[in-house]
């Protein structure tokens, strides 16, 4: 079996090896990956933080040994911290990576990390990561502060305070533990919703004074109920309520 690790800020994981493919998410920088497949152009990757499955560019990463990728698996991940972070290249020259960047692993790719790493690991640093996220813009498959969608906030702000979710709604409301009323939960507890047929479909963080923040078109905090996500702006719920899990 192949390995490779990401190159660039964020490369978009595509369903299908095509430009024109929509995504299933988003490889940060120095994230590791098995490689599964390939075509003339593309690689068909599994990743190992949330063994999601898609197709990338084989000009966007590189390839690494077996025993390279199993030493990642063993290492605790550190991540950008801020908006934006720069790696100096090996040939002295700058690049922008984004909030979430596995940045360890710059030292493996000949370069030099220049940002800040320190993360909260609480509760208190999931509200806090997830305000960085505020206006972004709904990107389906998206994980960055300039496009992202609903689990991918919600894993992310999670990832970065050293806590790991999987990447849909189905698969995030299966973990942590079920409250019973909402006056139960905390800030940084997550809410899942579900659409007409009874399928969890969306998930919102928790904050303080009965408010969430989701993405909805962008990210957003919005006021939350019994009932669900009561849209001020429509003057209507948008989104039902199924249940609140406590993850940390």
């Known amino acids: 079996m192949q390995f490779g690790i990401s190159l660039l800020s964020n490369i978009a994981v595509k369903l299908s090896p095509e430009q024109e493919s929509g ?5 940060f920088y120095g994230e590791s990956f098995k490689i599964i497949d390939q ?4 690689f068909k990757i599994r990743l190992a933080y949330d063994q999601v499955e898609g197709w990338v560019q084989k000009l966007q990463v590189q390839e690494i040994s077996e025993s390279q990728y199993e030493k990642i698996q063993f290492e605790i991940p550190t991540y950008c911290q801020e908006l934006t972070g720069f790696i100096q290249t090996a040939s002295k020259t700058l690049m922008p990576v984004l909030l979430g960047a596995q940045n360890q692993q710059s030292a493996l790719l000949g370069h030099v990390f220049e940002g800040q790493t320190t993360a909260e690991n609480s509760k208190l640093g999931v509200v806090n990561s997830a305000l960085l996220y505020l206006n972004a813009p709904f990107l389906k498959g998206g994980n960055i502060p ?3 969608d609903a689990t991918g906030l919600s894993q992310m702000t999670y990832r970065l305070n050293g806590f790991k979710l999987a990447r849909t709604a189905l698969e995030q409301s299966k973990q942590g533990e079920p409250l019973s009323f909402i006056e139960e ?3 940084g507890d997550l809410a899942f919703f579900d659409n007409s047929e009874g399928i969890i479909d969306h998930v919102g963080i928790i904050l303080p004074d009965h408010h969430i923040i989701h ?3 962008q990210v957003r905090i919005d006021r939350i109920d019994h009932t669900g996500i009561f849209n001020s702006q429509t003057n209507h719920y948008s989104h ?3 249940v609140i899990k406590k993850i940390i």
């Open 146 to 148: 300039f496009g992202i």
């Open 185 to 187: 939960s905390e800030p």
């Open 240 to 242: 039902n309520l199924r």
């Open 215 to 217: 993405c909805y078109g």
């Open 23 to 27: 995504m299933s998410t988003m490889a």
């Open 39 to 42: 075509r003339k152009f593309w």
